[in-house]
T-cell receptor
Framework: DAGITQSPRHKVTETGTPVTLRCHQT?????MYWYRQDPGHGLRLIHY???????DKGEVSDGYSVSRSKTEDFLLTLESATSSQTSVYFC???????????FGQGTRLTVV | KNEVEQSPQNLTAQEGEFITINCSYS?????LHWLQQHPGGGIVSLFM???GKKKHGRLIATINIQEKHSSLHITASHPRDSAVYIC???????????FGTGTSLTVIP
């Protein structure tokens, strides 16, 4: 199994609080991604990174920020959590283009 | 943005049946991935395709780049194949994925 770990696995938080999810990889892969999975929408890209300090927005980036200060860690921050951000969040990694992708176990986030 | 469509959305089969799941996409891609997700579970990559056909055990995946279409076949289906199968296309400078909404497969013994 590829070395990719998400933390926490489950979290309940209150509306308006900041939340940070962590994705850690031991594969030295260049590309890292954050996706959210919602019923009826499938998986959608939030943000991605193509190197240390190099990040870009995906299709559902509003209300989220990311940081990548080291190759192995990619952090997703909900600046002020809202109920619409209740979701399952997946981190993924790939090496170069056209290589296999590996997914973390997912983080179930509930905003109350 | 790439529009990715999968069919069928839901599929119930008897054990031993041959199963086909289809995926079509709207614009050019660098690769297409088939993923598997068990209930409450994580996501596992089954295949990565940029052309032709790949086989792994009872699973076969094909892609037709000109027609922008891919199929995932399961031969001699088994109850342990019950899962959601997701088609994802990779494109863009970040090699990011765009996903179909998935096909929920149930194989009955």
């Amino acid at each position: 199994d590829a070395g990719i770990t998400q933390s926490p696995r489950h979290k309940v938080t209150e509306t308006g609080t900041p939340v940070t999810l962590r994705c850690h990889q031991t594969e030295n892969h260049r590309y890292m991604y954050w996706y959210r999975q919602d019923p009826g929408h499938g998986l959608r890209l939030i943000h991605y990174s193509y190197g240390v300090k190099d990040t870009d927005k995906g299709e559902v980036s509003d209300g989220y920020s990311v940081s990548r200060s080291k190759t192995e860690d990619f952090l997703l921050t909900l600046e002020s959590a809202t109920s619409s951000q209740t979701s399952v969040y997946f981190c993924a990694i790939t090496g170069q283009a056209n290589t296999e992708a590996f997914f973390g176990q997912g983080t179930r986030l509930t905003v109350v | 943005k790439n529009e990715v469509e999968q069919s069928p959305q839901n599929l119930t089969a008897q054990e031993g049946e041959f199963i086909t799941i289809n995926c079509s996409y709207s614009v050019g891609i660098s690769a297409l991935h088939w993923l598997q997700q068990h209930p409450g579970g994580g996501i596992v990559s089954l295949f990565m395709l940029s052309s032709g056909k790949k086989k792994h055990g009872r699973l076969i995946a094909t892609i037709n780049i000109q027609e922008k279409h891919s199929s995932l076949h399961i031969t001699a289906s088994h109850p342990r194949d019950s899962a959601v199968y997701i088609c994802a296309v990779a494109q863009g400078t970040g090699n990011q994925f765009y996903f179909g909404t998935g096909t929920s497969l149930t194989v009955i013994p």
